[in-house]
């Protein structure tokens, strides 16, 4: 039997290899995208979960009573960092079991919720650039690496 940390690798990979499956083109940052708007946008719908200061919840890594896990943090000790622009923002949109679902992956349940009734597509690339100026530029670049490979797959 997995252990959560291994589910957790094994929907992560699967992630990126069927990450194909949800659309041509992923959705990638505009050059619009405004960190000082997000961080704004970021306290009022995203910190009551994932902390003011990006840290996430406590045992973030470890499986809630419902098959949820805990809100990760967003700064670089998170796994968000970990991930291309068109994930990111499906997650946000859509919510993680839809996105995830998207792209083939099943037997893991999110509990994040999708922001597609609430916040405009503009206001979650604001956010998401909120997030992403906060990391060092070595976890931006890597992320950024990430985008780039996603967009290759076409998605």
């Known amino acids: 039997m997995m252990n959560i940390k291994q589910k957790l690798l094994v929907a992560g990979g699967a992630v990126l290899l069927a ?4 659309q041509a083109a992923p959705p990638m940052q505009p050059a619009s995208a405004d960190p000082a708007a997000g961080a704004g946008l970021y306290q ?6 994932h902390g003011e200061n990006l840290e996430g919840q406590p045992d973030w ?3 809630n009573d419902d098959g949820t896990l805990p809100a990760p943090p967003h700064d670089d000790s998170g796994h968000t960092w970990h991930h291309g622009d068109g994930l990111l923002f499906d997650y946000s949109k859509f919510g993680g079991q839809v996105a995830l679902e998207q792209r083939g992956v099943s037997g893991f349940v999110s509990g994040m ?4 009734e609430t916040l405009s597509d503009a206001q979650i690339w604001d956010i998401l650039a909120f997030i992403k100026s906060t990391w060092p530029a070595r976890v931006q670049e890597m992320q950024a690496t990430r985008t780039d490979g996603e967009q290759r797959q076409g998605g």
Do not use: H, L, Y
């Not at 009022?44 to 979960?49: E, G, K, L, T």
């Not at 919720?113 to 597609?116: D, K, M, S, T, V």
């Open 44 to 49: 009022d719908n995203c910190a009551s979960c």
């Open 113 to 116: 919720p999708g922001f597609a």
């Open 19 to 22: 990450s194909g499956v949800a």
């Open 61 to 63: 890594k470890s499986q």
